[in-house]
């Protein structure tokens, strides 16, 4: 996994010297890559499929007691 990424941020640096505005044409997500190539030159990589964000999760209070009138 960690060549994997190095390679991932090999491929990042050398695009950075092209001259072509990508746009990327991504594959439908399979497994932890997806391949793409780009629609105006045809250059191909790999994305990651997941995000590296926290997931935020939302916490639910419980219901407060009802009264009882009597």
């Known amino acids: 996994m960690a060549e994997q990424r190095?390679?991932?941020?090999?491929?990042?640096?050398?695009?950075i010297l092209d001259e072509c505005a990508h746009h990327w044409m991504?594959?439908?997500p399979n497994g932890e890559t997806s391949g793409a190539s780009c629609k105006h030159c045809g250059k191909s990589r790999d994305f990651l499929n997941y995000s590296?964000?926290?997931?935020?999760?939302?916490?639910?209070?419980?219901a407060a007691p009802q009264k009882v009138s009597v």
């Open 6 to 15: 190095t390679q991932l941020m090999a491929a990042q640096s050398d695009e």
């Open 26 to 28: 991504i594959e439908t």
């Open 52 to 62: 590296q964000r926290k997931v935020m999760t939302r916490s639910v209070k419980p």
